[in-house]
């Protein structure tokens, strides 16, 4: 049990100072005041400690107990994460409501991991076996299809002694034995690991293969590798949480950790209540089945929506160190930013640019590296990709959050309030945003779809970069003062815009688009192009290309084609030949 | 929320500094944090405070009333060993607080043991039901494009001097749950407002008043009021006082709550002054950087628990300073609340009421819902396509305005007509218009049926087949 280290002397929020031992360490997890609340020392001088408390405070006294636990903040792992939903400082939200009802109360104490549930376990390694930190011993079936590897402890290694033969444990239940130097040690299923330490690995792999999310404007146009990170930054209301629904739903992550992060409390629930019944078009199960959700809401103890974000990247780790694929959606790092802020304004900290903390960009920079693309301890390679929505006050990207972010991320999906305004979704501005993982996925795509991918993308941004020079043009002059070249240039661009950059989230067929079906409405937008340029240019007026019927076919075929059906892009294209055809043949004296 | 009788405390005289409205309270022991306290002044008068931060042997203390008439020799200080409670109760509706809860209407104290902390518990995500139920509001530009959910908090963002408060009134008369279209929210038992007023005048109350008055929902309505010219700091508790009330009524009462805070911006005030004097580090404009929070823990507490039949909606009104909307009170709030309704200055100017600007204006939860089996199938769509048309007609009109309105193109013409007619017919209505959604959606077929089918790509080609009444006769 933990001892008394100290005495409160000071409350201000979720921050207390205490005084006692000198034993107590950086970053210790503590127990405050009779309650037992969680908190952790973020500061030592003398005897004094300063503790940010992950509960609330109301209520607490001077000269209340301070307990000692003498372990960092950690988080645990193992089979049975997949489909919880833990708060900030990973209490298990189910249980605190069976416990305590609707609404969260203090001092809830439950395990993370339920140590009754038994897990399907099978041996992978034998006795005699030398292992070393991250070796996989064994798998458990974490649900009907999901294979849980089960990994020594990264900081150790040494001699297998026994092995459980294949069967049914709990968490708690003994599946190995291992001799380390003199001592024996033994091993279960369940693992601690400091939330604020980065889980080792051997090295990083180049990023190269695309974390296809099944929205045309990132895949198509400003791609994130796997391991990568990327940042979506936009006012309220312009498209942030649901673009982070929506690549939680369809990116083809083996595991998604989802940390709303001093966000709404009902859209948590709308990922409760929706995940379960959406079906993962990949392995054909539930989507709820590859999940771990951290709410910390905004509602919720500050101080542990500060510990949310290394709760998740956390467990994210944990899941690439089995050689899987991780995406984690972060809904916002600039509330998690708030918190860090607010706790060192408590402190009164000298604040840098507004308001901030010194040590700001340090704390992102820190998070956003602990994506990749890498070797595993244990031989195999698995990725975390994190994608950050950032939340700028009034919407402007100059303030700190944003900025600082832009240092660390490669991929920047700006989202514009004027887009949000005219229903353009998502409203991620294509000349604001950028990818620098364009490059590096090329050549994953002419493997995967055959088809020069960046020749066409390339094509698209330069026509897309065109309207926006043409369009400055137009606001001063109207369009009538254009040539018909430049005018079919616009003509092509709303058919990027409308059928290729918009995407509708809510409805079937548009939510989630095959790279297959992006490259076919890719293509096919730059052929209309193609040839109306060639009938244009033979002196046909852009009314007639304006009018023909295929355009609305074309801005329609996103919710038209489902992805099982592309053929259907095929005879749109037909539609295209025969339509333009005719033209062609008028022109061409 | 937890039960809580008043304790007696310990008694302490040590006043060590007075400044503004905040108080340094010295020799008090295990005085605890959030704690209430009772202040007798030097003529033994009773005013009520909080502890904001404690140390060994000091407290600071936030005085509600402010420190007027405070003086540092004369003035105790009991400290009360709980934190702000507030009597709740059924009976409470029909009466008149104060900001603090006490009541003004010159009846008895409510006769009750139930005591709620003001500062509410927050929902656990997991027992909350996500908000499907849409509210009718007879206004155009909210069940038509901007949907409100039963469990939704949807601001009016507005500016001084425009019909933010008739707006909120007529939201509230009008009121009918979508389903049941035909029978007014605002009747029967398990049906109640909560009103709550920081810092606005005396009229503004008065005028809801009335208006409840008229529509006959005085009795289910519960007022707190702190005017403008009442304590500012009482308006940190004012919206937690109601909020407060409203859970009660919602989750242990079973009954479909809507609550009115106006003015949020004056509690924002409040807020920062507070904060200025303890010499904080502000973080925008001032306000403390724990703004988003605080505004948080009020906010969202709006929504349905699923071991209740009721639900509480939140209808926040803000004056946005110099009507700009990055400033951080209607900033932090868009960033909190699901979405919100703007009104503008240039609508108001051309006498259309209300004045919703449609544009920057959001309701989150709509796709959820309308649609088939809610309101119509078409309805999401529709309004997809009015809103990338009215944007459009932005466009156009600033094109206009440079080449002249002749030189404009036989398309961006119809836009022009679009723009107009749209703003005459479909956002403007008479204050006591109440207009079905089967009434909203077709003005606004009508009004898209300006332009060419060809236009309409948000709408899929049946729904033109069946509601386009244009004279478009291509494909
Ligand atoms: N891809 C999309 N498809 C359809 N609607 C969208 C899309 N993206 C955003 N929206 C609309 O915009 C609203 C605000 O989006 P949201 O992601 O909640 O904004 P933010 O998180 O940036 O505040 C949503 O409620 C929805 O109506
Ligand atoms: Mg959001």
């Not at chain 1, 992550?253 to 859209?267: L, P, T």
């Not at chain 1, 694929?325 to 304004?345: K, N, P, Y």
Request: hydrophobic fraction near 40%; include cysteine; proline fraction near 5%.
């Amino acid at each position: 049990m933990s001892e008394e280290v100290g005495k409160i002397t000071w409350i201000s929020g979720p921050v207390v100072r205490a005084r006692g031992s000198r034993h107590v360490g950086m970053l210790e997890l503590v127990e405050v005041g009779e309650d037992h609340l969680v908190g952790e020392v973020i500061g030592l001088k003398g005897d004094q400690m300063t503790i940010q408390v992950y509960e609330e405070t109301a209520g607490m006294q001077t000269g209340a107990p301070i307990y000692g636990t003498g372990l960092p903040l950690s988080v645990e792992l193992g089979p049975g994460l997949i489909q919880s939903i833990y708060d900030g400082v990973q209490r298990p939200l189910p249980l605190i409501e069976e416990a305590m009802g609707s609404f969260i109360n203090r001092g809830a104490r439950f395990d993370p991991i339920s140590r009754e549930k038994k897990w399907k376990y099978t041996p992978k390694v034998k006795v005699g076996d030398e292992v070393t930190g991250g070796a996989i011993l064994g798998v458990a079936m974490e649900t009907d299809t999901f294979e849980h590897r089960v990994m020594l402890n990264p900081d150790d290694s040494g001699t297998i002694t026994w092995v459980a033969e294949a069967g049914e444990y709990t968490v708690n239940d003994p599946i190995a034995k291992l001799k380390m130097g003199k001592e024996e040690k033994t091993v279960t299923m369940l693992q601690r690991w400091p939330v604020r330490r980065a889980r080792p690995f051997v090295n990083r792999r180049g990023a190269n293969i695309p974390l296809i999310t099944g929205q045309r404007i990132l895949d198509t146009f400003f791609p994130v590798a796997k391991g990568g990170a990327a940042g979506i930054p936009g006012p309220f209301g312009s498209g942030k949480t649901v673009t982070q629904h929506s690549i939680a739903k369809w990116a083809d992550a083996e595991v998604i950790v989802y940390i709303g992060c001093g966000e709404r409390g009902n859209e948590m629930t709308e990922v409760l209540q929706e995940f379960p019944h959406l079906i993962d078009p990949r392995s054909g199960r539930p989507l709820m089945e590859r999940t771990v959700l951290i709410a910390n809401t905004s509602n919720m103890p500050v101080a542990a929506r500060e510990a949310s974000i290394y709760t998740g990247i956390t467990i994210a780790e944990y899941y690439r160190d089995m050689g899987y694929h991780v995406a984690l959606m972060a809904d916002s790092t600039s509330r998690w930013a708030e918190a860090l802020r607010e706790v060192s304004g408590r402190l009164e900290e000298m604040p840098a640019e507004e308001g901030y903390p010194a040590y700001l960009a340090g704390r992102l920079a820190e998070f956003y590296e602990r994506a990749g693309y890498v070797n595993n301890l244990n031989g195999s390679q698995g990725s975390v990709s994190i994608v950050g929505a950032v939340s700028p006050p009034g919407g402007d990207f100059s303030e700190p959050v944003t900025q600082h972010t832009k240092r660390f991320i490669r991929c920047f999906w700006a989202l514009d309030k004027s887009l949000a305004s005219a229903r353009h979704f998502p409203a991620i501005n294509w000349l604001d945003s950028y990818s620098e993982y364009v490059g590096d996925v090329a050549d994953w795509w002419q493997e995967k779809v055959g088809k020069d991918w960046l020749g066409m993308r390339n094509r698209a941004m330069e026509l897309l970069s065109e309207e926006s020079r043409l369009s400055q043009i137009v606001k001063l002059v109207g369009p009538d003062a254009l040539p018909f070249t430049e005018r079919m240039v616009l003509e092509t661009t709303r058919l990027i815009r409308e059928g290729i950059l918009q995407q509708n989230a809510t409805e079937a067929v548009d939510a989630y688009s095959s790279i297959e079906k992006q490259i076919g409405l890719l293509e096919l937008v730059l052929y209309f192009h193609d040839r109306g340029m060639a009938i244009v240019k033979r002196g046909a007026p852009i009314s007639l290309i304006h009018d023909l019927p295929v355009v609305d076919a074309i801005i329609r075929a996103k919710s038209t084609v489902p992805n099982e059906e592309l053929s259907k892009l095929d005879d749109i294209r037909k539609q295209v030949d025969e339509q333009m055809g005719q033209l062609d043949a008028e022109y061409r004296s | 929320m937890s039960d809580v009788t008043v304790r007696g405390g310990q008694e302490v005289h040590g006043v060590g500094r007075i400044e503004g409205p905040i108080m340094i309270v010295e020799g008090g022991t295990g005085v605890s944090y959030d704690e209430v306290v009772e202040i007798k002044d030097a003529r033994g008068k009773l005013r009520r405070g909080r502890v904001l931060e404690v140390g060994e042997g000091f407290a600071v203390v936030q005085v509600f009333a402010g420190s007027t008439g405070l003086s540092i020799d004369g003035t105790s200080v009991r400290f009360l060993g709980t934190t702000l409670h507030i009597p709740v109760a059924e009976e409470m509706l029909g009466r008149i607080f104060d900001g603090l809860g006490t009541p003004i209407d010159g009846g008895p104290e409510p006769l009750t043991d139930r005591y709620a902390d003001v500062n509410g518990q927050p929902i656990n995500p997991t027992a909350r039901i996500y908000p499907r139920d849409y509210i009718q509001t007879g206004i155009s530009t909210i069940d038509g494009v901007n949907t409100l959910l039963r469990g939704q908090k949807l601001p009016l963002f507005s500016g001084a001097g425009m019909p933010h408060d008739q707006l909120a009134a007529q939201i509230v008369r009008q009121a009918t749950l979508g389903k049941e279209a035909g029978a007014p929210a605002t009747e029967g038992e398990e049906f109640a407002i909560v009103f709550a007023a920081m810092g606005v005048k005396n009229d503004v109350a008065d005028y809801f008043r009335r208006s409840f008055t008229e529509s006959g929902a005085l009795t289910r309505v519960a007022m707190f009021l702190n005017l403008a010219d009442d304590p500012p700091v009482e308006r940190i508790v004012t919206p937690r006082a109601a909020l407060t009330l409203a859970e009660y009524l919602a989750y242990e009462r079973d009954m479909h709550v809507l609550v009115v805070l106006t003015d949020m911006t004056n509690y924002g005030e409040a807020l920062r002054q507070i904060s200025n004097v303890r010499g904080e580090v502000p973080s925008r404009k001032g306000y403390p950087g724990y703004l988003y929070s605080d505004l948080a823990s009020m906010y969202e507490r709006t929504g349905r628990i699923r071991t209740s039949k009721g639900s509480i909606t939140q209808i926040p009104i803000l004056t946005m300073p110099n009507d700009d909307i990055t400033h951080p009170m209607p900033d932090l709030t868009g960033y909190i609340t699901e979405g919100q309704i703007v009104l503008g200055r240039e609508l108001n100017f051309a006498g259309i009421y209300p004045p919703v600007t449609v544009l920057p204006s959001l309701s989150r939860l709509m796709k959820d819902g309308i649609g088939k089996g809610r309101t119509r199938d078409d309805h999401p769509r529709w309004g997809a396509q009015l809103y990338a048309a009215y944007a459009r007609t932005q466009d156009v009109r600033a094109l206009a305005s440079v080449i002249g309105e002749e030189e404009l193109s036989e398309v961006d013409q119809k836009y022009l007509k679009f723009g107009r007619a749209f703003e005459r017919e479909f956002v403007n209505q008479s204050f006591t218009e109440n207009r079905s959604i089967e009434r909203t959606l077709e003005i606004g077929w009508k009004l898209l049926s300006i332009l060419p089918k060809k236009e309409l790509t948000r709408v899929n080609l049946d729904e033109i087949e069946k509601y386009y009444q244009g004279d478009d006769a291509t494909n």
